[in-house]
């Protein structure tokens, strides 16, 4: 069950009952889209009134039969135009206000299908100011399209542009360069292996990197940014792990929470693994901002910045060698959401299984970390990383203004846990939280801290 926080003077609109996947408001702030995936799905328009201080429905869309509609929605800026992913079914819907008085009393509205179980329209996103394109994510076949409305008429949006997912795109490494990595022999001894690089690949079948499960579009639509957090990879076994440097382990002892002794192997649960996730962004060079390359060719479209990974704590030396079996190997699913600014210049990248080495109590804290393209077209990461609290999955859910300076985040442990809502602004040396942390379904306001 949704809930909101009433704060000031302004009122909150009455959405009891309902169980909010996504929401996003217009600009001015006047109007706020809900989407609600159970079963069917639906979406629905808010409306604020000024005079009387007050929300009202303007109007609800109901979706089709195990559509998930409104796992996600995007709004124009105006509040004039909505798309909608309905999974469920492979499809999303965009709806366009045609109401003299800009009520949703009446709207046109068009129908995308994608490819059969690729998840089509998990995510979306619109380039918010005139609402003539829409990023659509697929990651049940690791795609993501770009449609252009081509006409004067509503119903007229093609395709123009798809990225798929690639092997050479990004590989699952952890980096372990302060010690020996502990192996197990057929008989379940240990024993120290003798190289420092150790290979973690995607283990099952291509859809685990789940490439477009998190889209965003500029607001003018010039960039855009994809994430690919990936799946539960399960246990990891001999046959996901390419190690470097002799011997031959019977599995891989992947340490986890306080001690070697509470390690995950292939004989135990497989809570643990997840993957590192990834984030890649594009855009176009065309001054119309078109992303047609049938027409103007595939050139116009390229990589805007380098692929950026999932960070755990043991990929870059922060622990000494001493401290090996006690690892916490984190599997941070960075990418399950992503925004990127207006110009393109600040990307803010979720990673809600972030865990803190070796310790139970920052177990899924998760983190969000902002970053800034440089001159040399790649992305610096920004100080000042987003942590959260133990199991409470920071950065599965946020949203960053057009400018990218202020960003508006949510977390919540499980289904029916606590959550806090949070607004960070960014000095440049970092994020800082501009309210404190505020409490929802009835619990504590949650820990929230920047590093």
């Known amino acids: 069950m949704a809930s909101t926080f009433n704060s000031g003077d302004i009122p909150r609109p009455d959405i009891t009952g309902v169980d909010v996947t996504s929401m996003m408001l217009s600009f001015d702030n006047s109007k706020l889209l809900v989407g609600s995936n ?7 328009v808010y409306k604020y009134t000024e005079s009387s201080n007050t929300w009202s429905t303007e109007t609800t869309i109901n979706g089709n039969s195990n559509d998930n509609m409104g796992n996600s929605v995007s709004f ?3 509040g004039d135009i909505i798309a909608a992913g309905a999974p469920g079914n492979n499809k999303v819907y965009l709806y366009k206000d045609t109401s003299s008085s800009s009520n ?3 709207y046109d509205y068009d129908t995308i299908s994608g490819t059969s ?16 394109h829409v990023a659509v994510g697929a990651p049940g076949e690791n795609k993501v399209y770009v449609y252009q409305k081509s006409g004067t008429a509503f119903n007229t949006w093609s395709s123009v542009y798809t990225r ?16 020996l990595q502990y192996l197990v022999d057929s008989n379940g001894n240990e024993y120290a292996g003798t190289s420092t690089l150790i290979y973690l690949r995607v ?3 291509v859809p685990s990197v789940r490439f477009g499960h998190s889209v965003h579009l500029s607001g003018f639509g010039e960039y855009l940014a994809v994430g690919a957090p990936g799946s539960h990879v399960g246990t990891l076994n001999t046959s996901d792990v390419t190690y470097v440097g002799g011997g031959s382990p019977q599995y891989f002892k992947c340490y986890r929470d306080v001690s070697p002794y509470d390690a995950r192997n292939n004989t135990s649960t497989s809570r643990a693994h997840r993957q590192l996730g990834h984030v890649m962004c594009f855009k176009t060079s065309r001054s119309d901002l078109s992303w047609d390359t049938s027409t103007h060719g595939s050139s116009i479209i390229s990589q805007h910045g380098d692929t950026i990974e999932g960070y755990t704590e043991d990929d870059t030396d922060h622990m000494p060698a001493s401290y090996e079996p006690s690892h916490a190997f984190g599997f941070p699913a960075a990418g399950t959401c992503v925004q990127i600014s207006l110009d393109g210049s600040r990307l803010a990248v979720g990673s809600p299984y972030y865990s803190l080495a070796g310790k139970q109590s920052g177990y899924d804290v998760g983190r969000i970390d902002g970053y800034n393209i440089t001159e040399g077209n790649t992305w610096a990461k920004a100080p000042g990383s987003v942590l959260g ?37 960014f000095s440049g040396l970092g994020w800082y939280e501009v309210i404190p942390g505020i409490d929802w379904l009835g619990h504590p306001a949650l820990e929230c801290c920047s590093m």
């Open 104 to 106: 949703w009393s009446s």
């Open 76 to 78: 124009s800026w105006d």
């Open 203 to 205: 283990p099952h079948s």
């Open 38 to 44: 159970v079963n069917a799905g639906f979406v629905r």
């Open 117 to 132: 179980s690729s998840l089509f329209g998990w995510s979306v996103s619109l380039s918010c100011d005139i609402g003539n």
């Open 164 to 179: 798929t997912w690639s092997t050479s795109d990004f590989y699952n490494t952890i980096y372990e360069s302060s010690g």
């Open 389 to 425: 609290s133990a199991s409470h999955h920071m950065g599965k859910q946020f949203c960053l203004d057009y400018k990218g300076n202020r960003m508006g985040v949510s977390t919540r442990k499980g289904s029916g846990g606590t959550g806090s809502a949070f607004a960070f602004d």
